[in-house]
């Protein structure tokens, strides 16, 4: 009896190896295509970032609407103790200075204090105030008086 009983388990425990090997093949086959898929998507999900990523920087490189064609370049950036350091070469007052661009002294104080900061269309103002040279402004000051 106990060497049926021993036959009988080594023979059910034989079969049952063999239909785990066989489920464990598939599950294998099953994971080897998830990871894949899995491979695929990061792929795409690259690409599509990268595509992204150009699509940022041509859109930051487009002229705003409304600019001229002449226009086209890197995006304004503006810089707060330069606003100051411009005025204060030019000697002149943050009530006059803002006169020039179309501003109040007070927005001008802001900005140099780092309170607030220009709009886009304020800092094309800046930068054509910036371009310009001493005697033109001081014509344009004499103009406005």
Do not use: C
């Amino acid at each position: 009896m106990a060497n049926l009983a021993s036959v009988l388990k080594s023979e059910i425990a034989r079969v049952a190896r063999k239909e785990v090997r066989a489920e464990i093949e598939s599950l294998k086959k099953t994971s080897a295509q998830h990871r894949g898929a899995i491979a695929q998507l990061r792929r795409q999900v690259s690409d599509l970032e990268r595509q992204l990523k150009q699509a940022r920087r041509q859109v930051a490189a487009a002229p705003a609407p409304g600019a001229d064609a002449g226009d086209v370049g890197t995006p304004r950036r503006f810089s707060a103790p330069r606003l100051a350091a411009h005025r204060a070469k030019l000697g002149l007052s943050a009530a006059i200075y803002g006169k020039l661009i179309g501003m109040s002294g007070a927005t001008i104080y802001l900005w140099e204090q780092g309170r607030s900061r220009p709009n886009p269309e304020q800092l094309e103002r800046l930068a054509a105030l910036r371009a310009m040279g001493r005697r033109a402004i001081e014509d344009r000051l004499q103009e406005s008086a």
